[in-house]
Structures are given as structure tokens and as C-alpha cells.
């Protein structure tokens, strides 16, 4: 299994602002996920962050407002750039357990933009 | 890239009776097939998985089936009960492990009592 210490819980940030959100993983991985989480919907697809390289991104999403950071095999961030109300969502970061193929989740990452 | 359609969206059952749960993917290179419990306020966690290798797949009251032909499989719950009401997703894939993977809409379930 893999164990992702994701931070912040949670935070209430101003309109404008930007945050960054940080998750560290107990094991190397090749590849960490980034995911929004929208009230009472699934899970989508932001990025994917490969280490050494530049992520890549989903339709709909672009490096100037969720710039990511990989500088490790254990370390990712997200920042949330000039965030504003519609960025207000669950953020959670994960990654792919080598042998089983199973996807684990940090705990998320809870925005509310005012 | 991969379309993934999960059926229903919603779904009430009495406490005791069974929920079945289908997903439907586009890619036929796809195979492997897990199924996500979310419980509210709580982060995803897979409670069963199936390779293509294999038809089905039971692990006590839950179970999966896989119809690769027709590119669909299903999460069946037999005698639900209170703690089963969560959202359940699908995330169908390659089994690349570094392949991106993308989710159902999900299955909001509730248990009735």
C-alpha cells in the first residue's frame, strides 16, 4: 500500500488569492495524479505529474492556473492560481500501487474560495 | 481516451436486498477493472477488483463481473446493510500503471431501513 500525507485539510481563501496544496508519498512513485472533486460529483482528472518532466494536462486545464511542481519521486504540489468561487472543490492527489494496480488517495484537499 | 459510463446514478435498496451497479467503458485494451467505495467527507478506497484474465471475482457480500466482450462490469452487493449507503465509483484502465485513470460519474447508493 502507499501512505499520502496531503496539506492543507482544508482553507477558505479570498478571491485572487492562490494556494498551493502539497502531498507526500511514503514510497517512490513514478507518476502522481491530481484530481478535483466537485460537490456530489466524481472525480476528475486535473494533471499528471511525472517526475523530471513537465505534467500533463487534461482537457479543460492549463499549467497557468494549477501549475505543478515534481521535484522528487515523493513529492508533488498543486497551486490553485487567482483562484475564484467556481475553484471552490476538493483537491486530492494520488498514486498507483505498483503491484496491484490499485489507486491511492491522500485525504484530500477541501478549498473554499470567497 | 477511455469513456466511462456508470449505471445508475442513484440507487435506494432495502436493507437485506441486493444492488447491482454496471460500468461500461470505450477501450478494449482495458484490463483492469476496480471499484471505489467513497463514504461521505472520506476519500476514495477500492473494495474489489477483477483482471481480464477472470469473470468474476467475490470477496464475502460483495462481487464483480466482467464482460469484456461486451465491455461492461458490474459490482454486485448482496445483503446490504446501513454501512454500504456511499458513492461508488468505477476507473477502468490499461494495465499500465502509469496510465491516467478516469472515473464514472458515479453511484450515489442508499440503504433503506
Known amino acids: 500500500s502507499a501512505v499520502i500525507s496531503q496539506k492543507p485539510s482544508r482553507d477558505i481563501c479570498q478571491r485572487g488569492t492562490s494556494l498551493t496544496i502539497q502531498c507526500q508519498v511514503d514510497s517512490q512513485v513514478t507518476m502522481m495524479f491530481w484530481y478535483r472533486q466537485q460537490p456530489g460529483q466524481s472525480l476528475t482528472l486535473i494533471a499528471t505529474?511525472?517526475?523530471?518532466?513537465?505534467?500533463?494536462?487534461e482537457s479543460g486545464f492549463v499549467i497557468d492556473k494549477f501549475p505543478i511542481s515534481r521535484p522528487n519521486l515523493t513529492f508533488s504540489t498543486l497551486t490553485v492560481s487567482n483562484m475564484s468561487p467556481e475553484d471552490s472543490s476538493i483537491y486530492l492527489c494520488s498514486v498507483v500501487s505498483g503491484y496491484t494496480g490499485e489507486l491511492f488517495f491522500g485525504e484530500g484537499s477541501r478549498l473554499t474560495v470567497l | 481516451g477511455e469513456n466511462v459510463e456508470q449505471h445508475p446514478s442513484t440507487l435506494s435498496v432495502q436493507e437485506g436486498d441486493s444492488a447491482v451497479i454496471k460500468c461500461t467503458y470505450s477501450?478494449?485494451?482495458?484490463?483492469?477493472f476496480p471499484w471505489y467505495k467513497q463514504e461521505l467527507g472520506k476519500r476514495p478506497q477500492l473494495i474489489i477488483d477483477?483482471?481480464?484474465?477472470?469473470g468474476e471475482k467475490k470477496d464475502q457480500r460483495i462481487a464483480v463481473t466482467l464482460n469484456k466482450t461486451a465491455k461492461h462490469f458490474s459490482l454486485h452487493i448482496t445483503e446490504t446493510q446501513p454501512e454500504d449507503s456511499a458513492v461508488y465509483f468505477c476507473a477502468p484502465r490499461r494495465g499500465n500503471r502509469d496510465d491516467k485513470i478516469i472515473f464514472g460519474k458515479g453511484t450515489r447508493l442508499h440503504i433503506l431501513p
Open positions: 505529474a511525472n517526475q523530471g518532466s513537465e505534467a500533463t494536462y
Open positions: 477483477i483482471r481480464s484474465n477472470v
Open positions: 477501450d478494449s485494451a482495458s484490463n483492469y
